[in-house]
């Protein structure tokens, strides 16, 4: 069975193996101009890869002091950024659109950062990790897997005889779900690769107890694909791992409107909150009522063009319309 490395990564760093992160000038650090910006390795091509927006791929990995390290050049290029090196520094700067990712050979620390941003020599963001990059024959830079899930984070996972699986999440938005004959698949729009149908194994990793089939159109996700993509249009894949984004909040909100859909399958109900649609979803933990009624009120009482409030999560998806879960609703009318 695959493993991710991510949980032993979790292990090292609960031992303190991950040592720190944060932001100061150390010996290693990108170069800086007279005005204080770091100055970036221009690579010769900035032309972008196919993987720009995720992708995973297999790479051969190589044991160096009881460590899994993997090639730079080869995972980076891979993932859509151009590599550039310094021999004077003996130096890697890697940089797709904005993004810049550098490091020395010998040194543990990584610096991850936007070369857009205003930075000084005492504001570096950086990782420090428990393993350095290092020249394998003396020409190829090799850096440590745990430098692809906490500088980069992707997810790794480990195969036979060293070979590992990269995944990088590709960024998609929901077009619909659907099932055939082979089960549930979603049809997703991917911005590099137009429509992608997406399907699902026993070993697809979906949010525990989450219902597919109550994800609204335009919702946005994250999807670890498969190795294997069809050549078809649109081409297909399973998916390895289904993230659903959500707003960060800690604090419940109040909401006011009238419901214009229900789907009491999906227990799903849309409201109109002053022009602005939202859905709810709502099961057995929602609770429902009306003024001082005692009875037990469900989903099927909540008809469209009823008035209700009530209190929902604050934490939403970023679909259209934003979608959250409904705590207590009390109808009005």
Same mark, same amino acid.
């Given at each position: 069975m695959r493993k991710n490395i991510t949980k032993i990564l979790a292990s090292l760093t609960a031992a303190g193996?991950?040592?720190?992160?944060?932001?100061?000038?150390?010996?290693? &650090? !990108?170069?800086?101009? *007279?005005?204080?910006?770091p100055i970036v390795q221009t690579p010769e091509s900035q032309e972008p890869a196919a993987l720009? @927006?995720? +992708?995973?791929? @297999?790479? /051969?990995?190589?044991?160096? %002091? +009881? &460590? $899994?390290t993997v090639p730079l050049r080869e995972v980076m290029e891979q993932m859509g950024y151009a590599v550039a090196w310094n021999e004077e520094t003996q130096g890697v700067d890697c940089v797709r659109e904005e993004t810049v990712v550098s490091l020395n050979i010998g040194s543990g620390r990584y610096y991850h950062y936007n070369k857009m941003a205003a930075y000084n020599s005492s504001a570096m963001p950086y990782t420090d990790l428990s393993s350095a990059p290092y020249l394998y024959r003396d020409s190829v830079t090799y850096v440590p897997i745990e430098m692809l899930i906490s500088v980069l984070g992707v997810s790794v996972y480990d195969g036979e005889e060293n070979v590992v699986t990269v995944a990088e999440a590709a960024k998609v &938005?929901? @077009?619909?779900? /659907?099932?055939?004959?082979? =089960?549930?698949y979603l049809s997703v729009n991917d911005p590099k690769r137009g429509e #992608?149908?997406?399907?699902?194994?026993?070993?697809? #990793?979906? !949010?525990?107890?989450? %219902? *597919?089939?109550?994800? !609204?159109? =335009?919702?946005? $996700?994250e999807i670890e694909y498969g190795l294997a993509m069809t050549m078809s249009l649109p081409p297909q894949?399973?998916?390895?791992?289904? #993230?659903? !984004?959500?707003?960060?909040? #800690?604090?419940n909100i109040d909401f006011s409107g009238t419901i214009t859909e229900r789907d009491v399958e999906a227990g799903i109900i849309v409201i109109d909150e002053n022009g602005i649609l939202?859905? $709810?979803n709502v099961d057995d933990g929602t609770k429902i009522?009306?003024? *001082? %009624?005692k009875r037990i009120y469900k989903i099927d009482d909540l008809t469209v063009g009823t008035k209700i409030t009530g209190v929902r999560d604050a934490a939403e998806t970023r679909s259209i319309p934003p979608q959250s879960y409904a705590i207590a609703i009390e109808i009005v009318d």
């Open positions: 193996m991950v040592l720190s992160c944060g932001a100061a000038f150390a010996e290693g &650090t !990108p170069a800086f101009d *007279l005005s204080g910006n720009s @927006n995720g +992708g995973t791929f @297999n790479v /051969q990995a190589v044991e160096h %002091d +009881g &460590t $899994l &938005t929901l @077009n619909s779900v /659907q099932a055939d004959e082979d =089960g549930i #992608v149908i997406v399907r699902f194994s026993d070993t697809s #990793v979906i !949010p525990e107890d989450y %219902d *597919l089939t109550a994800m !609204p159109e =335009g919702m946005e $996700l894949t399973t998916a390895i791992k289904i #993230v659903i !984004p959500y707003t960060e909040s #800690v604090d939202r859905a $709810l009522t009306h003024g *001082l %009624d």
